[in-house]
């Protein structure tokens, strides 16, 4: 089955903890990005990858991490977290950069105490 | 100026209704526009394509409008299953930029 796999689906952390979302497709995607999603906001763009080794900033990339050391992966890394990361985030990948098929993860909620 | 603008809502419309969205956008240049459709608290889905002669699935069509820059998402018939939030989408130069939808609630 065609999916992107996010983990975990709800974390709660403290304040200074670093800490990864992994996110994994099997579709052979060259795109992958990451989104957080907070009420009022909407989606917005944090990191996003166009092929292996290859990472660019989205809107609101102060805080995360990025990596794509594999095509399939495309980990999110907050090095040091803090109270205003806590949010939904949404890992998701296309065929290209712009495809109208997005896939996304099913979310990972996150709480920063 | 917001580049993709959507009435949060929520819409309550009852079961069998007929109901239409708006979302406008702010540059001119937009390539493309999609409907996604977001359950709540979960992951965002295609849910139509917009294209500038119109296009129709089922219960839901879709139109274009390039001179006022707004697209249009209109939905037959409301299921009880139509409740969600759709957001609108705008493709600037393979940038996907979401509106922050609009809520839809269908009552029995």
């Known amino acids: 089955e065609a999916q992107v796999t996010q983990n975990p689906r709800y974390l709660i952390t403290v304040t200074g903890k670093k800490l990864t979302v992994t996110c994994s497709q099997n579709?052979?995607?060259?795109?992958m990005s990451w989104y957080r999603q907070d009420p009022g906001l909407g989606l917005r763009q944090i990191y996003y990858?166009?092929?292996?080794?290859?990472?660019d900033k989205g809107d609101v990339p102060e805080g995360y991490k990025v990596s794509r050391k594999e095509k399939r992966n495309f980990p999110l890394i907050l090095e040091s977290p803090s109270p205003n990361q806590t949010s939904l985030y949404f890992c998701a990948s296309s065929l290209y950069r712009g495809d109208e098929k997005l896939f996304f993860g099913s979310g990972t909620q996150l709480s920063v105490l | 100026r917001k580049e993709v603008e959507q009435d949060p809502g929520p819409f309550n419309v009852p079961e069998g209704a007929t109901v239409a969205f708006n979302c406008t956008y702010s540059n001119s240049a937009s390539q493309s526009f999609f409907w996604y459709r977001q359950d709540c608290r979960k992951e965002p889905k295609l849910l139509m394509s917009?294209?500038?002669s119109g296009n129709e699935d089922g219960r839901f069509t879709a139109q274009l409008n390039r001179a006022s820059q707004y697209i249009s998402l209109l939905i037959r018939d409301s299921k009880l299953s139509d409740s969600a939030t759709y957001l609108c989408v705008v493709n600037m130069e393979s940038t996907l930029t979401f509106g922050k939808g609009t809520m839809l609630l269908v009552s029995p």
């Open positions: 917009v294209y500038s």
């Open positions: 579709m052979n995607h060259e795109y």
């Open positions: 990858s166009m092929n292996v080794e290859v990472t």
